[in-house]
């Protein structure tokens, strides 16, 4: 039998590698800087936006949902200096 630590311990890391997900709704109630018409355009244009490719997009079949920490990332690599 397993012991409680090692369940422990695989517990919390499985936690620490979960993505946080969130539904458009969820996550526009949470990021208020983001509208949830913008949202919807960003998440329909991203085949071609690089929000598809950046695999911040989850889709479970009609559900769409939020990978925040790759959606952040995606929206560092928009940052454009200079331009």
Do not use: C
Request: hydrophobic share 40%; proline share 4%; glycine share 8%.
């Amino acid at each position: 039998m397993e012991s409680l630590q090692n369940r422990i311990t695989k517990l919390s890391y499985w936690n620490n590698q979960m993505p946080t997900l969130s539904t458009v709704n969820q996550f526009t109630a949470k990021q208020p800087a983001f509208t949830l018409g913008g949202m919807r355009s960003l998440i329909f244009n991203a085949p071609s936006n690089g929000l598809a490719k950046s695999g911040a997009i989850v889709r479970i079949g009609r559900k769409v949902l939020i990978d925040e920490a790759k959606f952040f990332s995606w929206v560092e690599s928009q940052n454009k200096v200079g331009a």
